[in-house]
T-cell receptor
Framework: SQKIEQNSEALNIQEGKTATLTCNYTNYSPAYLQWYRQDPGRGPVFLLLIRENEKEKRKERLKVTFDTTLKQSLFHITASQPADSATYLCALDVTGGFKTIFGAGTRLFVKA | NAGVTQTPKFQVLKTGQSMTLQCAQDMNHEYMSWYRQDPGMGLRLIHYSVGAGITDQGEVPNGYNVSRSTTEDFPLRLLSAAPSQTSVYFC???????????FGQGTRLTVV
């Protein structure tokens, strides 16, 4: 079955630095990959969607890359701020896009 | 525009009791899903629906039933609650395949 792996260890970085989170997947070749943010006690909130032929996508301080050969996506937050502290989830659309499966998420802490 | 609304927010059940978690969306979305989230395991798909009258199983469907009689509502039924079903449950909807999902605020369920 499809499997998504995200770094289970929390990522601690200093304010102003670039945070880089990794998402690896196996047993599937998704056409789409998504990233979500989740704050404690809240539901996930959509951030970015990237298609397999896009390789890279940007939105303000966020950048996502998608390497279908490595089966990996990287999520970057540049000029990070304490308000960026949250858990970030990677998600794949499977079964022709009818359902979405999620990784366990990586917790990011940005220290002022 | 309320988005995705889940009720209740909190619930405590005794082992063997049954209950229904409610989910409603007002965005006229065809696709709806139920996830459970446990520490360290991320979001796991329970059941999903691609339209009124059409449902299918996700990764962890045992012990749960769903139905979709209208586009707006997608209730999740626990038939006979077990302590292993203690979790946070999220409902999500999306307008089309391979697009962003909108999540509710979650239902925190404890089975004692």
């Amino acid at each position: 079955s499809q499997k998504i792996e995200q770094n289970s260890e929390a990522l601690n970085i200093q304010e102003g630095k670039t945070a880089t989170l990794t998402c690896n997947y196996t047993n599937y070749s998704p056409a789409y990959l998504q990233w979500y943010r989740q704050d404690p006690g809240r539901g996930p909130v959509f951030l970015l969607l990237i298609r397999e032929n896009e390789k890279e996508k940007r939105k303000e301080r966020l950048k996502v890359t998608f390497d279908t050969t490595l089966k990996q996506s990287l999520f970057h937050i540049t000029a990070s701020q304490p308000a960026d502290s949250a858990t970030y989830l990677c998600a794949l659309d499977v079964t022709g896009g009818f359902k979405t499966i999620f990784g366990a998420g990586t917790r990011l802490f940005v220290k002022a | 525009n309320a988005g995705v609304t889940q009720t209740p927010k909190f619930q405590v059940l005794k082992t063997g009791q049954s209950m229904t978690l409610q989910c409603a969306q007002d965005m006229n979305h065809e696709y709806m899903s139920w996830y459970r989230q446990d520490p360290g395991m991320g979001l796991r798909l329970i059941h999903y629906s691609v339209g009124a009258g059409i449902t299918d199983q996700g990764e962890v469907p045992n012990g749960y039933n769903v139905s979709r009689s209208t586009t707006e509502d997608f209730p999740l039924r626990l038939l006979s609650a077990a302590p292993s079903q203690t979790s946070v449950y999220f409902c999500a909807s999306r307008g089309q395949r391979n697009t962003e999902a909108f999540f509710g605020q979650g239902t925190r369920l404890t089975v004692v």
